[in-house]
């Protein structure tokens, strides 16, 4: 099976170490999803976010974590029930991985990582010159108290092998992309490259979604808020004029394509609010 693993290196014909080492992860990515699907995690779950819209819609840049929702709200789901199986997975594809809950009772997203070095030792790396002990990591994050309104998916997907993942829609994912751009504490340039592809692909956020999100968490939560595309727009504005532009570039920087890195030096406030007119447009 670790044929396959590296045959799938191969396609990525990466350029450098970073690019190789993303590349490595993608498909670690890949085959966690492949043996989480066996588990029959995608049942009660959906896949959201960056590695979602990379790996269902090709998204041009990498992302470092697998994040999903659960379907119903439910405040009990442990990943104990599904991290033996998945581990069991992984090592039939020859992969010596550690699987860990890093869940707390009192958070609402809970978490698991992935730690393997056997991957690296195992395949034919270009550019690799780490540790032998080094181990990559990725981080699996479940919302179990989800705001209400999503829509889903089906896709397949045929690597490592034929399987099916339940995936957010579109227009769902946006809304909660945009709930972290207004919501989140922190500056993650990543958050806007993914709202500038959105935008390019002409994807309409779920406002209800969107909506019940704001509602329960942020700056909106005890206020009785209407989100319709005039909220959206003076929202959006207010938080682009807030934005570091410089440090925000730098964020994704190391997540893109080289062809791709000359575009950040747009990013402006002036840059964005052209793209917040462009999503009123299609509204």
């Given at each position: 099976?670790?044929?396959?693993?590296?045959q799938?290196?191969?396609?990525?014909?990466?350029?450098?170490?970073?690019?190789?080492?993303?590349?490595?992860?993608?498909?670690?990515?890949?085959?966690?999803?492949?043996?989480?699907?066996?588990?029959g995690f995608f049942e009660v779950a959906a896949f959201q976010g960056g590695t979602s819209l990379r790996i269902l819609h090709k998204l041009p840049r990498f992302s470092e974590d697998l994040d999903f929702i659960l379907k119903e709200p439910g405040p009990g789901f442990e990943w104990s029930g599904y991290l033996q199986k998945l581990q069991d997975g992984l090592e039939e594809f020859g992969l010596q991985t550690e699987v860990l809950d890093k869940s707390r009772m009192d958070q609402s997203v809970k978490k698991a990582v992935l730690k393997d070095n056997s991957i690296s030792n195992q395949l034919n790396l270009s550019f690799y010159r780490g540790h032998p002990e080094q181990k990559l990591k990725i981080k699996l994050e479940i919302d179990v108290n989800p705001p209400k309104g999503s829509g889903y998916e089906y896709a397949y997907l045929d690597f490592p092998l034929d399987f099916e993942v339940c995936h957010q829609d579109l227009g769902s994912n946006f809304a909660l992309k945009i709930h972290a751009l207004l919501c989140r504490p922190y500056l993650k340039g990543r958050d806007w490259y993914d709202f500038n592809w959105y935008v390019k692909h002409k994807v309409q956020p779920n406002l209800p979604h969107l909506q019940a999100a704001l509602r329960q968490f942020g700056p909106w939560k005890h206020e009785n808020i209407k989100v319709d595309m005039d909220w959206l727009h003076h929202a959006m504005m207010e938080k682009i004029a807030s934005v570091d532009w410089k440090e925000a570039a730098m964020d994704v920087e190391r997540f893109l394509k080289p062809a791709e890195k000359q575009s950040l030096t747009l990013w402006s406030e002036k840059f964005f609010q052209s793209k917040v007119e462009s999503l009123m447009q299609k509204g």
């Open positions: 099976m670790i044929e396959l693993i590296q799938r290196l191969d396609s990525y014909k990466a350029s450098n170490p970073v690019e190789e080492e993303q590349a490595t992860k993608e498909i670690l990515q890949e085959v966690a999803l492949y043996s989480l699907w066996r588990t």
